[in-house]
Each structure stands twice: as structure tokens, then as C-alpha cells.
């Protein structure tokens, strides 16, 4: 709804514009003002023309004022100072607000151009852990709110089914005598060897040339025996990191495997292509010292395999030839590896990929390292801010029966965990702290608390949106309160769309707790059953509800309906 307002803005002003003789001078930009005094939307439009134009703002913003054709929706326009600022008609924004909001409330048109949207892509030599949690999170809100935003989107997951950490767990089931627990997620199981092996390095270096052999014979001879152990390995950690994903409402569309750019040649024509720019001293390379980075991008190790690097270079081709925009999720110790790539890619002829760094998430208690065998993993950390909100529920709603407390419990702490990551922008580091993460007052819970509190009001008034037309004169005189939560309620699409546009999921999550800031604030002060203007009040909480709750779907959180 505020983009049709803005749109109407703009389109007055461009008028007035053209009219004065300015026309394309300038792009207009709108902001909402901090306070209804100043307005509903605001453009310092006169500020960019001055320079231009030799004039004050002041008197800019004046000559477009007196050339300013009413727009509709709006029922003034005044200039102060250098802004021009523009004031909503309620009673026409606010039956559009209930006419724009149904269950698919967000959802813009689809758009050209097609994306590819890479995160995750975890090694699979054990169980996601925190280490990963904020790539996923991050990739996973992304494309829900790209799709949202109208971008034709596939997420993937790219496979490392060829790296040493496999190699060295294939190499742990043919020398140690280890069983797997079947008991177990295969993913865990996976992990404990992969420690295991690491273990055995430490007191026998040789193990490294023995691991080493095994890569290369998997990459030149693919014997299907290996080949059964080397896949066998790897579906065994997928199929528990899938599990895992679920539960935290993570969703691929397509698994990609490493080994495939081998198998179909895609390494050595790419390798073909970089012919002419690369050195040879032992290993194959490119120089990339005239790029201004010191540090060579290895093709080729000296016994011949390929390397990670050379895989995911073929890996971003394909994605640059079958998507119109490529988007990595990446940790922020990537950036080098990142511009060597770039660079690769661009002496081949392919586009660069849109690539959106994260600093790391860690616990007070410090690092983790999956070799060393100290991580907490996602499953951990989902079981403990489960139980923690259990304890929560039990305190809060002692009457629900057990069955419901977990229910709901699950939706919170996993809610919890989304929403702490996803409600930071991707440059800050994150220390998770369970009191801020789990709480009913600042957190996700406050959120989810919002939704269930309108579904409660709503059932206990026995509502049911009908379609039923509200008095005009019903909106004439409308509350501060209801007003606010109206156009919090209306700037949901233009969250949408700014925040596809930047590749930005943080500004969802802030706008998620203004929205249940303003219903609760009108939740405690408007009287809705029994008051004059029940039905106008009860379609307003039935608006926030769906808001509320396509709002926390774009992050991937569920919505309780009681809480």
C-alpha cells in the first residue's frame, strides 16, 4: 500500500516538474517523516535541484507546491522548508489497507530474470553446527523474501563430496575398526569418525599420503568400489543434515555434487580455457599479482587432482550460464578466496556472482572446530532453546497439557533461533545470548505472542471476514493507534521490495517487531468487542494477523495460534 502511495507522490511531483521546465533532472526519492505532523511521506526532491537550478530549497520546494496537481489518496500537500510533504486521505488509505490484505498479503508480481541463490553448503563430514547456522538462516529468509519480492529463484546446495574430509573418512572406514551407531543421526556417526581419523593423523603423519592416494585414485580411476564408499559417506551426513534442515525450516531445491564438474568434464575444459593465463611450478596457477591480489589461485595440485577451487570455478559457470543472477552465502574468511574467483571467472568470460558476506555466530563459551571435536550443533542448540521456552510455557500457561506446552515450545525456541540470527545485519558479529533470543518481551516470542493474541480476540468474537463493507463515516475518526498500526500494516510490501532489492533479510525482522509493537500497543488501548466500532476493529486485528504472520513466514518462523 505505501508503494501506491509513494507512486502517487511521485507522480505529482514529476508533473509539477515537467510544468516548471525540471523534467529528468532528478530522481525523487520519498521518506516517511519520524512524526504524522510532518506528514505520511516526504521528499527533499528540492535540495537535489538546487545546486542545479542556483535557488534556494525553500523557494524550490514552493514553486513545486504551486504546480502540484492533488494527488489522489492524499489530502494535502505542504512545503516546509526544503521538504514537500504529503498527507495520506485515512479514509480512502485505510479501506484500501483492508481491501490489499489477504492470505497472500507480500506476495508481489513475478518478475524477469532468474536467480540462483547458493547457502549452506556445509562439508559433509559431520552434522551442521553453529558455525554453519547463520549461513543457512541468512540464504534461507533471503530466498523466501527474493520470491516474495517477485524474483524467480532456485536455492541450492553444493555438495563436497571430493574434498580431503571425505577422503579422510573413507580412509577412517577401511583402516579403523569403527561401527556406526545405527541408533544414531548418520550425521553424528559421521563426525565421531571423521574426529577419530583426525586423532589417528596426529600420531602418524604417513596417514596423509595414504588419504592423498585415495583422492587420487577416487578423481583419475573412480573405482566403483571407492566411488560406493566415498557416496555412501556423504548421503549418510546429507540425509541427517536434511533432518536437521527441516526442523530449522530450511529448504533446498536442488542438491549439487562436486564430483559431477569431473565426471562431465566441465574441470578440464575450464582448466582449457585458462590455458593461456596460467603458470606451471609443481602445481598449475594463475599469477594474479597484475589483479593486485599476491596470493596464486592453484588449478592443480603437483600429482594432478583438482582442487576445490578449480570444481567451484566450474560449479559458478554453470550457475552464470543457467541464471541471470548468482547469489553465494559466504563467512567473511572466504573475501580472498571470493576475489581470486571473480577474477577467474572474468577471464573466462562469465559474470561474477552477487555475494552476501556474514561474520561468524559463536557462544560465550568460544569457537568451535569440527576436527578438533568441540562444536555445538544445530540440533543441540534447537533441543536447548526448546527446552528453555518449555520451562518458559510451563510458568507462563501452567493449564496447557503437556502435549500443546511442546508443541508450541518447538515453534518458540526454534523461532527464537531464526529470528536472533536473521534480525542482525550480515556484517555484525553475533555472541548468541539465550535471555536476549528467548525473550517474550524483546524476541521472536514477542512477535509470535502478537499473532496468538489476534487469533485469540478473533475467535473469542466469532469473526469471520465476510467481505462485509465498513461506514465510511466509521473510518472518519479514527484513533492515533489504529492509524499507526494501519500504515505499519501498509509498509509491508515496501519492506518486501527494498529488501529483495539489497538482498537484505534484517530489515523483514526489525519491521516483523514494529508490526507487533503497534498491534499491542492497540491490542491494550482500543476497546474491539463490544465497542461502536467492533467490525472496523476486528478486520483491523484480522489484517495484523495475516501480517504478522506472512511477516515471520519470510523468516521462516511459525506462527502459533495460542501461546
Not at 540462483?116 to 551442521?128: D, F, K
Not at 580412509?171 to 556417526?189: F, H, R
Request: hydrophobic content about 40%; proline content about 4%; some cysteine.
Amino acid at each position: 500500500m505505501y508503494i501506491k502511495l509513494q507512486k502517487e507522490a511521485e507522480k505529482s511531483v514529476n508533473a509539477a516538474i515537467a510544468k516548471l521546465g525540471w523534467e529528468d533532472a532528478v530522481e525523487i526519492k520519498f521518506e516517511q517523516p519520524p512524526n504524522a505532523e510532518m506528514g505520511d511521506l516526504a521528499t527533499n526532491v528540492a535540495f537535489q535541484l538546487a545546486g542545479m537550478l542556483k535557488k534556494s530549497p525553500a523557494d524550490i520546494a514552493q514553486d513545486i507546491l504551486d504546480y502540484i496537481e492533488f494527488p489522489p489518496l492524499f489530502i494535502r500537500v505542504e512545503a516546509k522548508g526544503p521538504y514537500l510533504n504529503f498527507f495520506a486521505d485515512y479514509v480512502q488509505f485505510t479501506q484500501q489497507v483492508l481491501e490489499s490484505v489477504g492470505d497472500e498479503y507480500g506476495q508481489l508480481e513475478i518478475g524477469n530474470g532468474s536467480v540462483i541463490l547458493e547457502h549452506t553448503s556445509a562439508n559433509p563430514n559431520g552434522p551442521l553446527h553453529i558455525g554453519h547456522i547463520r549461513n543457512a538462516i541468512i540464504g534461507d529468509s533471503l530466498a523466501r523474501v527474493m520470491k516474495a519480492g517477485g524474483y524467480p529463484l532456485e536455492t541450492q546446495y553444493y555438495v563436497n563430496d571430493m574434498g580431503r574430509q571425505i577422503a579422510m573418512i573413507v580412509w577412517g572406514l577401511k583402516k579403523l575398526d569403527y561401527q556406526m551407531d545405527p541408533k544414531n543421526k548418520p550425521d553424528v556417526e559421521i563426525g565421531k569418525l571423521y574426529f577419530l581419523v583426525n586423532q589417528e593423523i596426529k600420531g602418524n603423519t604417513e596417514i596423509k599420503k595414504e588419504i592423498d592416494a585415495i583422492l587420487k585414485i577416487y578423481e583419475e580411476e573412480t573405482p566403483p568400489e571407492l566411488e560406493e564408499l566415498f557416496k555412501g559417506v556423504v548421503e549418510k551426513c546429507l540425509e541427517g543434515v536434511k533432518e536437521t534442515s527441516q526442523r530449522l525450516h530450511i529448504h533446498h531445491d536442488k542438491f549439487v555434487w562436486e564430483s559431477s564438474f569431473i565426471r562431465n568434464g566441465d574441470v578440464d575444459k575450464v582448466l582449457k580455457d585458462l590455458e593461456v593465463y596460467t603458470k606451471e611450478n609443481e602445481v598449475l596457477y594463475l599469477d594474479l599479482n597484475d589483479y593486485g591480489i599476491e596470493k596464486e589461485l592453484i588449478l592443480r595440485r603437483s600429482d594432478g587432482t583438482s582442487l576445490y577451487s578449480t570444481r567451484d570455478l566450474s560449479y559458478h559457470l554453470q550457475k552464470s550460464e543457467n541464471a541471470d543472477i548468482s547469489i553465494d552465502i559466504l563467512g567473511s574468511d572466504h573475501k580472498l578466496a571470493l576475489d581470486q574467483l571473480r577474477i577467474a571467472l572474468e577471464l573466462v568470460g562469465s559474470k561474477r556472482p552477487e555475494v552476501i558476506f556474514y561474520e561468524f555466530i559463536t557462544l560465550p563459551e568460544g569457537s568451535m572446530s569440527t576436527r578438533r571435536g568441540v562444536f555445538i550443533s544445530v540440533d543441540d542448540l534447537m533441543d536447548e532453546a526448546v527446552k528453555r521456552a518449555l520451562k518458559e510455557l510451563k510458568n507462563r500457561r501452567p493449564e496447557l497439557n503437556l502435549k500443546e506446552r511442546k508443541k508450541i515450545a518447538e515453534m518458540v525456541g526454534v523461532g527464537a533461533i531464526r529470528y536472533y540470527i536473521a534480525r542482525l545485519s550480515p556484517e555484525k558479529h553475533i555472541i548468541f545470548k539465550w535471555d536476549e533470543a528467548l525473550s517474550f518481551e524483546r524476541g521472536c516470542a514477542s512477535i509470535q505472542y502478537a499473532h496468538a493474541r489476534a487469533c485469540k480476540l478473533l475467535e473469542k468474537a466469532g469473526f469471520a471476514d465476510s467481505g462485509i463493507e465498513v461506514d465510511v463515516e466509521v473510518l472518519e475518526n479514527l484513533d492515533p493507534l489504529e492509524i499507526d498500526l494501519l500504515k505499519t500494516i501498509a509498509r509491508f510490501t515496501m519492506v518486501i521490495e527494498e529488501s529483495a532489492s539489497a538482498r537484505r533479510v534484517h530489515p523483514v525482522a526489525q519491521y516483523s517487531l514494529e508490526l507487533s509493537g503497534a498491534f499491542n500497543k492497540f491490542y491494550k488501548s482500543i476497546p474491539v468487542i463490544g465497542s461502536e466500532k467492533e467490525a472496523l476493529r476486528l478486520f483491523i486485528v484480522d489484517k495484523s494477523r495475516i501480517t504478522i504472520r506472512n511477516a515471520l513466514k519470510l523468516l521462516g518462523i511459525e506462527a502459533p495460534v495460542s501461546m
